[in-house]
């Protein structure tokens, strides 16, 4: 959910060229949050991507209303992670980079080697965190991983915490001192107007543009795109990597 309306509103507010990509090989549903099907797809274009061109690139590409263009996941056949040559996954994200201005990643909530893949070649990567001990207990050892594993400066992780709710007993401060995080971020809980954008197909920024949990899910992207506070202007978010979330 988070992937596809940050893709949505970087297309349409901060008027970017967007690609939004899904690598969930398996139970990969992005487009369908569009309303869409692809016939064609990441494991697809995988299979021939040392011969995919500009041309060739649009056979597996879906274009939303908005401009915004989705490589969707088909799910025809069973596909493991150990089936897909990483070599293959950083081909296919070169060409799809060389495409578009903000390419935005989705991944499952596992570590191999075909989100490794992705995420080491990530400018940020998001971390969605929801307010409880065990999913911050599962988040400090991602962050652990990624940082003295595959590389990644606490300035390219962004944690976000999603459903905010006030009220919780691990409030926002105490997941950024937990986690040690450099930039936090928090996203409204609003499970009506998702819900709603789930059922119709449709992004959040059409659907209400006003509710706190599609401003919320705006600032991200601007700050994304543009840099936090304490970053240069124009570092660009090229990736965007979901852990957790709806």
Not at 53 to 67: K, P, Q
Not at 137 to 151: K, P
């Amino acid at each position: 959910m988070l992937a596809c309306n940050l893709a949505h509103m970087m297309q349409v507010v901060s008027e970017e060229d967007v690609l939004l990509m899904d690598m969930d090989t398996q139970f990969g549903a992005l487009a369908q949050y569009l309303n869409m099907k692809p016939e064609n797809g990441v494991i697809e274009a995988l299979r021939v991507v040392d011969e995919l061109d500009v041309t060739a690139l649009n056979a597996y590409l879906l274009r939303h209303e908005s401009g915004l263009r989705i490589m969707g996941a088909t799910l025809h056949e069973l596909c493991l992670p150990s089936q897909i040559p990483e070599d293959r996954i950083r081909m296919l994200l070169d060409i799809l980079l060389k495409n578009c201005s903000q390419l935005v990643v989705d991944v499952p909530r596992v570590i191999d080697q075909s989100t490794a893949s992705v995420l080491t070649q990530a400018s940020q990567v998001v971390v969605v965190v929801q307010q409880d001990y065990i999913n911050i207990q599962d988040a400090a050892h991602l962050l652990q991983l990624l940082q003295q594993e595959m590389g990644l400066m606490d300035s390219q992780i962004v944690v976000a915490v999603n459903r905010i709710q006030k009220s919780a007993q691990i409030s926002v401060d105490d997941i950024q001192k937990a986690l040690n995080a450099k930039h936090i971020v928090s996203i409204a809980n609003d499970y009506k107007h998702v819900l709603e954008s789930l059922n119709k197909g449709e992004p959040l920024y059409e659907i209400t543009r006003r509710a706190a949990i599609t401003r919320s899910i705006q600032s991200l992207q601007e700050k994304l795109i543009h840099g936090f506070p304490d970053q240069k202007k124009g570092f660009l978010a090229r990736m965007f990597s979901t852990m957790t979330g709806e």
